[in-house]
Each structure stands twice: as structure tokens, then as C-alpha cells.
């Protein structure tokens, strides 16, 4: 193992590019219609486990996230080969969280509880909306009530950690429609919710529709007021704003920990280490930014090419990487890179970034390398200095992306 990458616990996420259909705002690197390519993908994501597990043995694994894609399109025998080949070539630790992302038209009771016995900890279900007219124009496969008894049936089979994904700002979408299915969503009393606004992104179907006058495009002003009001709703019904778009249910005493958080995307945002996975998956890792080719087929012939090839015992993790064919792209972060990094990814979290921390990183101050950007945002009501860390401010979080770009290095 290079010797950079012999440090803490890192998480491991999996991509599942399989969906029943392909939804109109969705630009993840998904498909429908390769139902054929599953099993040998499966076989494949096996395979890569075994690579990166002999490339970094002895790394202990805190979480891991089952994502897509629609995961829960995978039977109950071919998750237990991917599991089975996690727990032999990575070191898991005990109690470690395993995500898991679900479609509610894809799962029934049985199907959860054998997701449970698993080893599935966490549940996210994809829920968008609770109004049938919506997820039709979502292009959703599920209907209000399905989303419902998936979320009963969850509970039913034991899951004590499920969040619920929302979408908001849908064009033309009132804000009496919003706040009807964000309270249908507390009346469940999930463990955590994931709000987000409606983001129209290049080449999805919803973009093609509203350069064709199909549809209006999302309205900025109507989401900012959906997003306060939920701030304020979720506020009063006891959930724990943690990160910009993420509220967790808190724990009961301290002696529980800090709550319904997903440990695995604080990884993320607090700039931790991870090893992506699968199809078009991205890691952050070893001091370098990479992902996997992102075509599904050619994922399963560079994963063999790779396994046919072998992969030496590298000191550096730029010639693991060269070793890795299913790997196409690759970044070494520079240190201006890896401090913009952490301070916009820190400033998405309520906590926001320690100045101290951020010191003990990178040996410098952070008014020594943002001094001016910092003023100027702080003059604009942007972002604050509280206690040692620097935070948006309410009005930052509505401007969050003009807050980040200023941070990005030239």
C-alpha cells in the first residue's frame, strides 16, 4: 500500500447505473433498458473490490453507500455477492453504517428484510414527492401511497435509520403543493430528510423540455421561499438542520452520539477519503481526485482487462492508479486545491470550518490564503466568524454557489 493511503478509516461507495426508467432531472450516470448487463456487472464490481482490497489492505472501512442509479433494482443473491466480497477484501469496521439507496416501486416487505439481514443499516428511499401529478412529471415509477408503504414496510422489517429524498421547486409548483408533502414527510417521523431544489442540468430530458417551451423553468424566488419555509417547519418539528439540503433527527442523550446523520456523505463534506466503485464512480483518495469510465459496458471489459493484467505492488498512487484501466480520469490535488476544497465543503455544514483545523491541515492560515475573498463576502452578509469557525450566514445558504466559486483557486 503507497504509504500516503496508511492512514484513517475511509468510506466506500458502489455504483449501481440500472433504473427501471430514466427520470427527466436526472444527470447521474444512469440507464435503463441494460437489464442484461446486470449480472456480469455485478460480477465485475466483485472484482474491483478485489483489486482496490489488495491495494489498500489492512484500511478499515467506516462506511459504505449503495448508490445509483436505483440500487434496490439488484436481487437479494446478487447484493449477497457484493456483500460477500466487501466483508473479504476490506477490513469492515464493527458498527460501521451501509447505505443503501431504494426506489418505492421496487421493494416490498420481504425484499427489505432480507435488505436488513444483509447487513443494510440505512435506508434512503427516493421518494420526491407525495403528490401522484408530480412524480408522473418526474418521470417516478412509484405513486404517492406506494412511497407510503415502503416507508411502513421499512419500519415493519426493522430499519431504524431511513431517510426520505424531496424534491421542491418543481415548475409551476405552488408553494401550497411543497409544504403539503413536506408534512406528509414529518407525519412519518423518518430518522432524516434530504431536501432539494429542482436543478435543471444539461442534457436531461427536463432541460430538452424547457429549451422547447414544454415547461417553464424552475423559479428561483419560489424556491428560496420553499427552502426557508422549510428551515423554519422542520425547525419546530425537531429536526437538526446539519448540512444545506440535510436534517437529522437528534439523538436522545449524548451518551447516543450526535444523531441520524449520514456519517457517509460527512465523509464528503468534511473532505475525508473514499474509494468509489463501479461505473462512472469517483473517489477521493491517496492524494488525488479519480473515476471510472463511465460506460457501463466498458467498465466490465476494463475491469477484466485490469484482472487479466494484474496489479503490481506500487509505492506511489499515481502508478496504482495507471494499473487501474477501469480508471479514466485522474486529478493529484494540488494544495491550493485541497484547501478550496475543504473550505467549500465545510461551509455547506451548519457547523461550518474550523479555523484550527484548517490550520493544522495545511500550515497556513485561512485569512492568509482568502483574506480579501473573505472580507468582501463578509461585508455582503455571505458568511460570518463565530467561536473559531467561519459559517454562511442564513443569507449565504440562498447563495451558497456565489459564496463557493469565490473560493475556487485561479
Not at 183 to 205: I, M, N, R, W
Not at 265 to 278: D, I, P, S, V
Request: aromatic share 10%.
Amino acid at each position: 500500500m503507497p504509504p500516503e493511503m496508511r492512514a484513517e478509516p475511509l468510506s466506500l461507495y458502489l455504483h449501481i447505473p440500472f433504473c427501471t426508467l430514466k427520470c427527466s432531472y436526472c444527470d447521474f450516470n444512469s440507464y435503463a433498458g441494460l437489464e442484461g448487463l446486470v449480472r456480469p456487472y455485478v460480477d465485475a464490481l466483485a472484482a474491483e473490490m478485489r483489486l482496490w482490497g489488495e491495494a489498500v489492505r489492512g484500511r478499515p472501512v467506516a462506511t459504505v453507500f449503495f448508490g445509483g442509479g436505483t440500487p434496490s433494482l439488484l436481487s437479494i443473491p446478487q447484493l449477497e455477492r457484493l456483500f460477500a466480497a466487501m466483508r473479504q477484501h476490506f477490513q469492515m469496521e464493527a458498527g460501521a453504517e451501509v447505505s443503501l439507496e431504494a426506489n418505492p416501486g421496487t421493494v416490498d416487505r420481504g425484499y427489505l428484510r432480507e435488505l436488513l439481514a444483509l447487513g443494510v443499516n440505512r435506508l434512503s428511499l427516493g421518494v420526491q414527492s407525495f403528490h401522484d401529478d408530480e412524480l408522473v412529471a418526474l418521470d417516478r415509477i412509484h405513486s404517492a401511497e406506494e412511497a407510503k408503504q415502503a416507508y411502513r414496510w421499512a419500519r415493519e422489517a426493522g430499519f431504524q435509520r431511513v431517510n426520505l429524498d424531496l424534491i421542491y421547486g418543481l415548475p409551476e409548483q405552488p408553494l401550497e403543493r411543497w409544504r403539503a408533502t413536506l408534512e406528509e414527510a414529518v407525519s412519518l417521523a423518518p430518522d432524516h430528510l434530504s431536501l432539494y431544489a429542482l436543478t435543471v442540468e444539461e442534457g436531461t430530458k427536463l432541460a430538452y423540455d424547457i429549451d422547447h417551451g414544454r415547461v417553464p423553468a424552475p423559479d428561483a424566488d419560489a424556491q428560496a421561499e420553499m427552502y426557508e419555509w422549510s428551515c423554519e417547519r422542520l425547525a419546530a418539528s425537531g429536526y437538526r438542520q446539519y448540512e444545506i439540503s440535510n436534517w437529522a433527527q437528534p439523538a436522545l442523550s449524548d451518551a447516543e452520539g450526535p444523531g441520524q446523520e449520514c456519517r457517509h456523505n460527512l465523509t464528503y463534506w468534511r473532505n475525508g477519503e473514499w474509494l468509489g466503485l463501479g461505473a462512472g464512480a469517483h473517489s477521493h483518495f491517496g492524494g488525488f481526485r479519480f473515476a471510472d469510465v463511465y460506460s457501463p459496458k466498458q467498465y466490465l471489459r476494463c475491469v477484466e482487462e485490469t484482472v487479466a493484467a494484474g496489479v503490481p505492488a506500487v509505492e506511489d498512487t499515481r502508478s496504482l492508479l495507471r494499473a487501474m484501466r477501469q480508471v479514466t480520469y485522474q486529478e493529484e490535488q494540488t494544495a491550493d486545491t485541497a484547501m478550496a476544497d475543504t473550505a467549500i465543503l465545510a461551509l455547506r455544514l451548519n457547523e461550518g470550518l474550523s479555523l484550527e483545523e484548517f490550520r493544522a491541515r495545511f500550515g497556513r492560515e485561512l485569512g492568509e490564503v482568502y483574506g480579501d475573498t473573505l472580507a468582501e463576502m463578509s461585508s455582503a452578509g455571505l458568511i460570518e466568524r463565530r467561536d473559531g469557525r467561519l459559517l454562511l450566514t442564513a443569507r449565504g445558504r440562498l447563495l451558497a454557489n456565489e459564496v463557493f466559486v469565490r473560493l475556487l483557486p485561479d
